[in-house]
């Protein structure tokens, strides 16, 4: 009979997991990645999997999660750090970490595995799915409060938001010569909104 892991060892198998299986997501799709792919690239026996995650719909979810979490932290950060620089340099480092994130290949994930995310998302759980919007909410009003502004609807900004992200997921109806501008265009309007 193996050993019983301790926290700390569970901690790491469980995290390992979650970077080569988020790996693979980005490289492969959702589709064409299994819980036999996420383990074997983690070196981890197909049944701790279980021991973490339910399903792969679960470790699918806690990727999604994490994006969330990390992208608002990302932003978090970038606003505590430009906090104290006039409105015009703090607009442009705005940009830059946005079009750092655009740019990565999470992001590049999510759009392109965009249909396929909110497929899964809308059979996966209905509660999990009000919690992850729950979190979106929670994580713009913070972000709005770090930048002390008053009356802008978080349902205004979410929803700016996800135009710039599923109009880039959409680039067969783009001409790809002017993503880019596009893209700045439009998160100048989500700025003028804000009034940054």
């Known amino acids: 009979m193996p050993r019983e892991l301790t926290e700390e060892e569970k901690k790491f198998e469980r995290s390992r997991l979650m970077k080569c299986g988020t790996n693979l997501l980005l490289r492969f799709g959702i589709r064409r990645v299994s ?11 197909k049944g701790s999997f279980y021991n973490y995650f339910r399903s792969k719909d679960d470790f699918i979810y ?20 430009i906090s104290t620089l006039e409105k015009e340099q703090q607009r442009g480092e ?10 990565s290949p999470t992001f590049e994930f999510f759009l392109l595995e965009n249909s ?39 349902e205004i900004i979410r929803n700016y938001t996800h135009i710039i992200f599923l109009g ?29």
Do not use: P
């Not at 705005?94 to 740019?103: D, G, P, R, S």
């Open 168 to 196: 880039v997921g959409h680039t067969e109806l783009m001409n790809e010569t002017y993503l880019d501008e596009t893209v700045e265009v439009l998160f100048d309007g989500l700025l003028n909104y804000l009034e940054v």
């Open 94 to 103: 705005m940009k830059k970490i946005f079009f750092t994130m655009y740019k």
């Open 62 to 81: 806690e990727v999604v999660w994490q994006f969330h979490e990390e992208m608002f932290l990302n932003f978090k950060q970038l606003l505590s750090r």
């Open 35 to 45: 819980v036999e792919d996420i383990v074997k690239e983690a070196g981890i026996a």
């Open 116 to 154: 396929e995310i909110r497929n899964f998302l809308s059979r996966y759980s209905q509660e999990k799915l009000d919690k992850l919007e729950a979190l979106e909410e929670q994580k713009y009003q913070e972000l709005l409060n770090l930048c002390n502004i008053q009356n802008k609807s978080i």
